[in-house]
């Protein structure tokens, strides 16, 4: 079956303008995680939704990161006034969440770059 | 604060070598333990994972050693072959939410 998928692959933009990053998650999957991994660097926790509870933000690295999970399956990652630091490959993944199953499974991310 | 930390950076490994990559954490809550594979341009993907009751799992020629008491956990790769070449992440979650990584090992098995 299809696995995650996630666009655009690569994003460039300028500093200050925004985007928008797509991740449709395996169908059926209740959980969803958006992490960012920086070059050299390991995944960095952005946001997890788990079905309809409210989504843990913890992770959002400032108020400029938001994101949204329509009908429990695409998410919509947004990113306002982007700044250089912000450059990053964009991870999602999504889980059954079903006892004794935590296999995350990851799309291929999208490549921010900000020029 | 880094909640799973990973050694070494990066790993050279002669082919059927044994590759081991090592990982710390501080939290007792942690309840799942996954190791991760990935590939240039790919996301990760998952290779092994143990939970805390078991001291030991083996999957081919995979197999992560866990101990409890001293709060690690480390990945072997026993006959190690180019194709095995990848940056590898361990990581830790409670209950399956929040998922903690560690920095990544690059390894790099010469023929």
């Known amino acids: 079956g299809a696995g995650v998928s996630q666009s655009p692959s690569n994003k460039v933009t300028e500093k200050g303008k925004d985007v928008e990053l797509r991740c449709d998650p395996i169908s059926g999957h209740t959980a969803l995680y958006w992490y960012r991994q920086s070059l050299g660097q390991g995944l960095e926790f952005l946001i997890y939704f788990q079905g309809n509870s409210a989504p843990d933000k913890s992770g959002l690295p400032s108020d400029r990161f938001s994101a949204e999970r329509t009908g429990g399956s695409v998410s919509t990652l947004t990113i306002q006034r982007t700044q250089q630091e912000d450059s990053a490959v964009y991870l999602c993944?999504?889980?059954?969440?079903?006892?004794?199953?935590?296999?995350?499974?990851f799309g291929p991310g999208t490549r921010l770059t900000v020029l | 604060q880094q909640q799973v930390k990973q050694s070494p950076q990066s790993l050279i490994v002669q082919k059927g070598g044994i590759s081991i990559i090592n990982c710390a954490y501080e939290?007792?809550?942690?309840?799942?333990f996954p190791w991760y594979q990935q590939f240039p341009g790919k996301g990760p993907a998952l290779l092994i994972a143990i939970r805390p009751d078991v001291s030991e799992k083996k999957e081919g020629r995979f197999t992560i050693s866990f101990n409890k008491s001293a709060k690690q956990f480390s990945l072997h790769i026993m006959d190690s072959q180019p194709g095995d070449s990848a940056t590898y992440f361990c990581a830790a979650s409670m209950a399956g939410n929040q998922f903690y990584f560690g920095t990544g090992t690059s390894l790099t098995v010469i023929p």
């Open positions: 939290n007792t809550a942690f309840d799942y």
């Open positions: 993944a999504s889980s059954t969440r079903l006892a004794g199953t935590d296999t995350q499974y």
